[in-house]
């Protein structure tokens, strides 16, 4: 039963090659994002979805493309990855896209070789 | 351009001692402030907020203190436990339909 989920893990790939990254969130909240948490350990946002509709884009690489295909999913594309999209990448979601607090789930180590 | 700021990456605290986090903020139009706490190889997960119309909230062992002139807040534990051994994020919400905005994080360790 928990709250926000990712799948997988752990992630270990070569580059140039092209992955997704799941988020399920069973809270019935409105709002879902991702994050990165880079080397520096710095958590940034780079994309926020309501309802299913994107919100919010930081300057994000066009080679990642997230997709909701219901409030309560939210996907991560990425295309031909690169050595620098090594990182921690967690999603989380808030009731609305007002709400203060976000509930994250376990994150995802993508490891780019 | 670091909006949030801790500048201590970590702090060791013996068991029942306080423990103090510090985060400095440069945008004043950040209206609400929290504190997550996470454990290795789990998400963040949610610890206390304050409003900035406030200028303290407490939740058990936990205390939140706001200093909007200083563009500050901290956190303190008491007393401190083992289990509090973390790293501890401030962030800060501007308002509207806008990200929570992250400071780097500060790894604390409660020695027994």
């Known amino acids: 039963d928990t709250a926000v989920s990712q799948t997988p893990k752990y992630l270990v790939t070569q580059m140039g090659n092209d992955k997704s990254i799941k988020c399920e969130q069973n809270?019935?909240?409105?709002?879902m994002y991702w994050y990165k948490q880079d080397s520096k350990k710095f958590l940034k946002i780079m994309f926020s979805y309501n309802n299913k509709e994107l919100i919010i884009n930081e300057t994000v690489p066009n080679r990642f493309s997230p997709k909701s295909p219901d409030k309560a999913h939210l996907n991560l594309h990425i295309n031909s990855l690169e050595l620098g999209d090594s990182a921690v990448y967690f999603c989380a979601s808030s009731k609305q896209a007002n709400s203060y607090e976000q509930y994250f789930g376990p994150g995802t180590r993508l490891t780019v070789t | 351009d670091q909006q949030v700021k801790q500048n201590s990456p970590s702090l060791s605290v013996q068991e029942g001692r306080i423990s103090i986090l510090n985060c400095d903020y440069t945008n004043s139009m950040f209206d609400y402030f929290l504190w997550y706490k996470k454990y290795p190889a789990e998400g963040p997960t949610f610890l206390i907020s304050?409003?900035?119309?406030?200028d303290k909230n407490e939740d058990g062992r936990f205390t939140v203190f706001l200093n909007k002139s200083a563009k500050h807040l901290s956190l303190h534990i008491v007393p401190s436990q083992p289990g509090d051994s973390a790293v501890y994020f401030c962030?800060?919400?501007?308002?509207?339909?806008?990200?929570?905005?992250f400071g780097k994080g500060t790894r604390l360790s409660v020695i027994a």
């Open positions: 809270l019935g909240h409105d709002t």
């Open positions: 962030a800060a919400k501007p308002p509207g339909n806008t990200p929570l905005v």
């Open positions: 304050i409003s900035s119309i406030k």
